[in-house]
């Protein structure tokens, strides 16, 4: 069980990470100079489009996040190896257009699909996670509840039967 907390852990890590950097890539037209090159395949992206990337995106979205993970979660060498090739096979995955149809209908909603991936090619605005979690959708899912609590607490304070019965009796 252990094994696979650590390999979950490495996939969540690298994900996370990978999500706000290539965010980064496409808000930022000084770090977008790096990512543009895999940009070029917007119209049919196949998979060998996966490993179309310059040294520096290489660095900081893949190899980092790696670097960074590792020194959160106490890994072992084995968990980086399966973990590194869970990802490796899903970024060309989602860059397997015959996949698209399939993935779509098949994937949970918290897994990236090759539909959801191949639509940030053509779009370039939208879908920055990439090859495993989702984090468009767990952001998304997350800033729904945020809102929900928030809107809950609100109506609290307005109805003063709400407060009044929260409230402790003394």
Known sequence: HRQIFSVVCVLLGHGAQYYVIHKAFHE????????????????YAPPSAANAVSFTEYSMAYVTPFIITTLIFPLDKLSLTIGAGILSTCNILVHTPKLEAWAQRVLPEWWVTTHDHLEHHRKQQCHYSSPTFDFDYIVEVANNALSTLNAGSKSDLNNPKATSAASPVR
Do not use: W
């Open 28 to 43: 930022y037209p000084a770090l977008y100079k790096y990512h543009k090159f895999h940009h070029q395949f917007n119209v």
